[in-house]
């Protein structure tokens, strides 16, 4: 077990902005852990005697983590509690708020959306310092340790991973006289065969999907482009927002999809939405989560749902951004409370425990060992659309910085700007004066948080 005496080594990508929890508050919409930034860790107590862990996981993915902590108490003897914070964001903004009353959960799960607002409270431990020492980080996937990884270290424990994929209607592509063993690759192609579902009169629309960011960052990722300098923020701080050539293509397409009735915006950040619009076969394509498989599969009953990769602006597939969440740890609890997290994340990354998250939830298992065993298993040959994404992930190139999600401080305000732009670009007559109108406010989110 890694010695844990000293409780105040915080974690710093990069470095540790010197800035307050109003600061950071003010400048990212959620609450901030006060007077705890500038490198100086607080001693913490945990909010129970029993290991908790906050999460965002909710309905039967919720139930297999509350499994999980049942089957771990029973193995190792240690109770722990797995916490229903509702979002993401109210993990967050929980978390920080524990931090500012010195009563904190044991582990937090944290969209990898908001790494570097975790990191700049410089009140996090690397989960590499925490598990065993005969744990080898070694089998999580490159692809996702790509990500979590700071320093050459494991700064939070992979676990709910995924990519962003593309669900087809097969009944409606047949009915339209469409092949769903060849599904749309291009946007090209997407729109060629929502012109032919809509003009057939088989669906309302062609596609749609949440307007969500990780979809716009997706698109650059599969063109092998950066969103931001310093390699989307994962080799300095970034002040610039790159709009290239590819930017405008997808931005004119989203546009002329919308304009000639063949996408439907189901709002900003509506998850559900989208899903519903494909349900009801209101549209024969979803862009969404790898997560969804499951729900989906089980949604569909009237007509026969199916899986293909995300896609692209061109014919260009760089590789995806990662999706999901990761479970960090604090700094500055109990020297001997350490020992136990430890056993936990251990057990959480175990290849039994991964398949067992990964059947139930449909996010792709994070380590080489569970991916083997559902391969000798026969599981992906029997549910190939739990196979796409895990393929689309290891297909693209980890090497590459266009396939690391963006790491930015102010990631929460970047998200809105770029979420709200994308509907104003959509509804304008001129694309280009929209898209340097987005640039010039992400550029400005990123000068004030950062200068």
């Known amino acids: 077990m890694t010695s844990n005496n000293d409780a105040t080594r915080g974690i710093s990508r990069r470095r540790t902005l010197a800035t307050t929890g109003a600061t950071l508050a003010a400048t990212t919409g959620l609450s901030g852990c006060m007077g705890l930034g500038g490198g100086s860790a607080a001693e913490f107590s945990p909010v129970a005697e029993e290991l908790t862990a906050w999460h965002a996981m909710g309905g039967t993915n919720g139930e297999t983590l509350d499994q999980i902590a049942t089957d771990f108490e029973d193995e190792h003897g240690i109770a722990a509690n797995m916490e229903f914070q509702d979002s993401y964001e109210n993990v967050l903004t929980n978390t920080l708020a524990a931090f500012d009353s010195g009563n904190v959960a044991d582990m937090f799960q944290v969209d990898s959306l908001f790494a570097q607002q975790v990191f700049d409270t410089d009140?996090?431990?690397?989960?590499?310092?925490?598990?065993?020492?005969?744990?080898?980080?070694?089998?999580?996937?490159?692809?996702?340790?790509?990500?979590?990884?700071v320093d050459g270290e494991l700064a939070s424990l992979p676990f709910n991973n995924s990519n962003a994929i593309m669900y087809i209607n097969r009944d409606a592509f047949e009915e339209a006289g469409l092949d769903p063993d060849d599904p749309p690759s291009t946007l090209a192609e997407v729109r060629s065969a929502s012109e032919t579902l809509v003009d057939e009169g088989v669906?309302?629309?062609?596609?749609?999907?949440?307007?969500h960011v990780w979809f716009v960052e997706t698109w650059y990722g599969f063109e092998g482009e950066l969103m931001t300098d310093a390699e989307n923020g994962h080799a300095g701080d970034p002040s610039t927002f790159y709009t290239p050539d590819a930017v405008y293509d997808l931005y004119e397409w989203w546009k002329g999809m919308a304009d000639d009735g063949l996408y439907t915006n189901p709002g900003i950040e509506a998850w559900g939405e989208a899903t519903s619009l494909f349900i009801e076969e209101e549209a024969a394509m979803v862009l969404t989560s790898t997560a969804s498989v499951a729900g989906?599969?089980?949604?569909?009953?009237?007509?026969?749902?199916?899986?293909?990769?995300?896609?692209?602006?061109?014919?260009?597939?760089?590789?995806?951004?990662?999706?999901?969440?990761?479970?960090?740890?604090?700094?500055?609890?109990?020297?001997?409370?350490?020992?136990?997290?430890?056993?936990?994340?251990?057990?959480?990354?175990?290849?039994?425990?991964?398949?067992?998250?990964?059947?139930?939830?449909?996010y792709y298992p994070i380590t080489q060992p569970s991916v083997e065993s559902l391969r000798e298993e026969g599981w992906f040959e029997e549910n190939p659309m739990y196979n796409v994404a895990l393929e689309q992930l290891q297909n693209g190139d980890a090497s590459d910085p266009a396939t690391k999600r963006a790491l930015l401080g102010p990631a929460r305000n970047v998200q809105t700007v770029i979420q709200n732009a994308s509907v104003d670009i959509v509804n304008a007559d001129d694309v280009g004066s929209e898209i340097e109108a987005m640039k010039s406010e992400v550029e400005s989110v990123l000068s004030d948080y950062y200068e």
Do not use: C
């Open 123 to 149: 009140q996090v431990r690397p989960v590499a310092e925490i598990l065993p020492d005969d744990f080898d980080t070694g089998v999580f996937l490159d692809n996702v340790t790509e990500f979590f990884t």
């Open 203 to 211: 669906t309302q629309y062609g596609i749609t999907w949440p307007n």
């Open 296 to 362: 989906l599969i089980a949604d569909s009953e009237d007509f026969t749902v199916d899986a293909a990769p995300y896609p692209g602006i061109s014919e260009t597939r760089v590789g995806p951004v990662i999706g999901g969440a990761s479970f960090y740890v604090p700094e500055g609890l109990p020297a001997d409370r350490y020992e136990e997290i430890g056993q936990l994340l251990r057990y959480m990354a175990q290849p039994e425990v991964q398949t067992e998250w990964h059947k139930g939830s449909g």
